[in-house]
């Protein structure tokens, strides 16, 4: 049986993710690397709520940035993260075809 401490930690990646918002910016990224005002504008909503969600993927390791120029340039900390949205998406529509 999985340790305690990982099972914390499993459960706070599940509550990270589970925040339609955060969700919805981490399939952006899936897509392409976006700077704030791109996210910005896709999801239309604050500047503010957009840099609040992204510090919080940020961190739990989910995201990344760098800078470029004056921007801060988002994407996706790693494969793994697609893995685990693409799973859960192909979990969702077998439930859906039975």
Known sequence: MAEQDEIQAISKFFKVISDSTRLSILYLLKEKERNVSDIVEVLG???SAISHQLRTLKDS???RSRREGKSMIY????DHIVDILNQVRIHINERDHE
Request: charged residues 40%; proline residues 0%.
């Open 61 to 63: 390791r989910l995201v």
């Open 75 to 78: 994407q996706l900390d790693d």
């Open 45 to 47: 909503m604050e500047q």
